[in-house]
């Protein structure tokens, strides 16, 4: 069986020796130890001024809404995965969509500006499998109508972005550590901060409010990561190289055997940034064939996911007109299996499957 993705597993007995460290200490929450190391060991890696980690990258999202006492309307996009949206409805604030850009799959900044209102507060961009936005014109426009910038940055761990992090944009940017994702916690994320005075207040709104004095000073939620997932973090930061060397090769497999195939686009890259091969997305001529495609290869069970499919402005809890751009591509998107223990042999089967399929489809047509 080969799934989409597969959660990486550090070294059994390097994780154990975190967890002896956690019954010798005997604090298991409340910003122990290890969450203070990963912190730290995050804050370096990832070369940003400040970060808070978390229980799950949802809570983050609206930890940032929070933080910056957004209300009323977010200007957000279409095509992400379902937190994005209603983690903004379940903090009572209004999701309204910017269709996206049918090339890179992001937000598309000249559409952002005809979405502003009078209740606009904010613009909630993602990075869409690791592809950063367009983030100077989004910041122009942010600051020409006063308004604040969080970004999804779920899929965006360690990508590079001129010279910095891609983190480093933005009021607030999250990231989920969530099992699936490329760095994981096992359920966790964190929120990054470019200033003193929104760590501080993160910190304490993740901690029901408490402030120095024992009190609860402001309205807080208990979002705090715990001890274990610290543990998990701290092991798997440890192979951080190993695991992004092998998803590069893996993705230089696919780009190898599928490049050049008329039948398949690719999302278009920003020339600015650094890849992190989070996802292997394909495009391709209509959904007809992402269907045909897909069963042809959960037939040999391989399991491919139409990241993201519906289009966020077709859910049922969601007042929106329909995005056509982020329709269109939800249909035609399809994210094949990417993880560092794919072999080549493996990518050769799926390509092959793959190849296969649209040659007897289009055939048919
Ligand atoms: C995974 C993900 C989230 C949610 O993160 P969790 O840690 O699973 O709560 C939010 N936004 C995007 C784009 C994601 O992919």
């Known amino acids: 069986m080969i799934p989409v993705t597969k959660t990486y597993l550090p070294n059994i007995e390097k994780y154990q020796e975190y967890v002896e460290r956690i019954f010798a200490s005997n604090q298991l929450t409340n910003n122990g130890v290890l969450v203070r190391e990963l912190e730290n060991k995050l804050k370096n890696y990832l070369g940003v001024p400040y970060l808070v980690l978390v ?11 929070k933080l910056l006492d957004l209300e009323g309307e977010v200007i957000t996009t279409p095509f992400s995965f379902v937190a994005t949206t209603s983690s903004l ?4 604030l209004k999701p309204v969509f910017a269709d996206i850009n049918p090339e890179t799959l992001n937000i598309n900044v000249t559409k952002i500006e005809e979405k502003i209102t009078w209740d606009t507060s904010c613009i909630l961009p993602v990075h869409v499998f690791g592809n950063p936005c367009e983030v100077e014109k989004i910041q122009e426009i942010a600051d020409r109508y006063n308004l604040k910038v969080i970004y999804d940055a779920a899929h965006a761990f360690g990508t590079g972005y001129k010279g910095s992090n891609i983190l480093n944009f933005g009021d607030v940017s999250i990231v989920s550590f969530h099992a ?11 929120i990054i901060l470019q200033n003193e005075e929104l760590y501080k207040k993160a910190k ?6 408490f402030g120095s004095n024992g009190i609860p000073e402001v309205l807080g939620i208990n979002a705090k ?8 973090g701290l092991s798997v930061l440890d192979d951080i190289d190993i695991i992004l060397s092998k998803r590069r090769q893996v993705h230089k497999f696919y780009q190898g055997r599928l490049a050049s195939i008329s039948h398949i686009n690719f999302v278009s890259f920003n020339e ?3 890849r992190n091969y989070s ?6 001529k209509n959904e007809e064939l992402v269907l045909g495609v897909k069963q042809a290869l959960e037939e040999h069970e391989i399991f491919p996911r139409r990241y993201f499919y519906p289009s966020l402005d077709r859910l049922s809890f969601v007042d929106s007109p329909p995005m056509e751009v982020s329709g269109e591509m939800a249909n ?4 094949l299996p990417m993880y560092g223990e794919l072999s080549e042999s493996m990518v050769d089967k799926i390509c092959h499957i793959i190849l296969n399929q649209i040659t007897i489809m289009e055939k048919g047509e």
């Open 332 to 335: 035609r998107i399809l994210c």
């Open 55 to 65: 229980s799950n990258g949802t809570l983050a999202l609206q930890l940032a809404y």
């Open 279 to 284: 996802y292997f997305p394909i495009i391709l």
């Open 204 to 209: 304490q709104l993740i901690n029901f409010g």
């Open 272 to 274: 600015f940034g650094t």
């Open 89 to 92: 409805i379940w903090g009572g």
């Open 180 to 190: 699936t994702k490329l760095f994981h916690t096992v359920e966790g994320g964190a």
């Open 225 to 232: 990561m715990n001890e274990f997932q610290a543990a998990m």
